[in-house]
């Protein structure tokens, strides 16, 4: 069985960093296309960035570029999400998800395999 576990969340000021990562057991990390979501409270799963099986295909949501930097490590079967400059408006409780192809997707019913979440709340 397929599991994937975040960690990383936490509380900062506005401006500060955080690094998410969302460890997965039971699959390696081969062929296995990856992405983080969030979710406000009140508001719909969101798209933030996604990343291709072997890391040379990344890309975002327009209002996290430049701020923030997925990553991972299929050696590690780990996947990373670099957040800087962090405003109150990324407060959310983040998700990672996988699925079975080369490169991630934008849409949340694409995925079979996600996270429990990790909180990242942004003061002002």
Known sequence: QVQLVESG????QAGG???????????TLTNFAM???????????EFVAAISWNGSSTYYTDSVKERFTISRD??????????????????????CAGRIAY??????????????????????
Not at 17 to 27: I, Q, Y
């Open 74 to 95: 299929n050696a590690k079967n780990t996947l990373y999400l670099q957040m800087n400059g962090l405003r109150p408006e990324d407060t959310a409780l983040y998700f």
């Open 9 to 12: 969340g936490g509380l900062v």
């Open 17 to 27: 960093s955080l690094r998410l990562s969302c460890a997965v057991s039971g699959r």
């Open 35 to 45: 992405s983080w979501f969030r979710q406000a409270p009140g508001k719909e799963r």
């Open 103 to 124: 490169s991630g997707s934008h849409i949340p019913t694409s995925y079979n395999n996600w996270g429990q979440g990790t909180q990242v709340t942004v003061s002002s």
